[in-house]
């Protein structure tokens, strides 16, 4: 099992530039989840799908940020336009329930 | 607003003494919850978690005690050891209000960084 692969591992990007994160996550899992991590705050959860259909959006920052589940083996986290404040490191995660979760490896996004 | 906190940003402990992390949690709708441990350039990864129909368990050198009353949750390492220094994530589990509704929500916590020294 090769557990949750997010692309690229490191982005740097001019800021006004879309940025795309992608994420395959374990086969079987029900469940994924886009997380975000910051000092100030952590990791939080910006927004989770169950079955590819998203349950929970309240995490979203702006109306800049979207995501989207085509299928049950890829998701995407897409910036646009990207800003210096969206700095940080995106990880995605899947589970089959939400009684935890399995985490990829991460995306460092640098926004200059 | 932080639903999941751990105040303590850092804690720095000898090798073989016992580390313990603290988390607190604000909503009472928290039914499940986890520790995750965080190497640099890595994902975090499930350490161990507790139902809140109980008050502790336990496994190998990791025990994680809930005391539902107060909110809080804690995690102890005994003996700590230097491969333990990472950071360490408290998550919360539960069915919250959101938009009228009810979902249930992953939390996670701001983390704790900890160092064992030799």
């Known amino acids: 099992d090769a557990g949750v692969i997010q692309s690229p591992r490191h982005e740097v990007t001019e800021m006004g530039q879309e940025v795309t994160l992608r994420c395959k996550p374990i086969?079987?899992?029900?469940?994924l989840f886009w997380y975000r991590q910051t000092m100030m705050r952590g990791l939080e959860l910006l927004i989770y799908f169950n079955n590819n259909v998203p349950i929970d959006d309240s995490g979203m920052p702006e109306d800049r940020f979207s995501a989207k589940m085509p299928n049950a083996s890829f998701s995407t986290l897409k910036i646009q336009p990207s800003e210096p404040r969206d700095s940080a490191v995106y990880f995605c995660?899947?589970?089959?329930?939400?009684?935890?979760?399995?985490f990829g490896q991460g995306t460092r996004l640098t926004v200059v | 607003d932080q639903q999941v906190k751990q105040n303590s940003p850092s804690l720095s402990v000898q090798e073989g003494r016992i580390s313990i992390l603290n988390c607190d949690y604000t909503?009472?709708?928290?039914?499940?919850f986890l520790w995750y441990k965080k190497y640099p350039a890595e994902g975090p990864t499930f350490l161990i978690s507790?139902?809140?129909?109980?008050d502790k368990n336990e496994d190998g050198r990791f025990t994680v005690f809930l005391n539902k009353s107060a909110k809080h949750l804690s995690l102890h390492i005994v003996p700590s050891q230097p491969g333990d220094s990472a950071v360490y994530f408290c998550?919360?589990?539960?069915?919250?209000?959101?938009?009228?509704?009810?979902?249930?929500?992953?939390?996670f916590g701001t983390g704790t960084l900890l160092a064992v020294q030799p």
């Open positions: 909503n009472s709708m928290f039914d499940y």
């Open positions: 086969s079987g899992h029900d469940y």
């Open positions: 995660a899947s589970s089959p329930t939400l009684r935890g979760a399995f």
């Open positions: 507790i139902s809140s129909i109980k």
């Open positions: 998550a919360a589990s539960g069915r919250l209000k959101n938009y009228g509704g009810a979902t249930n929500k992953l939390i």
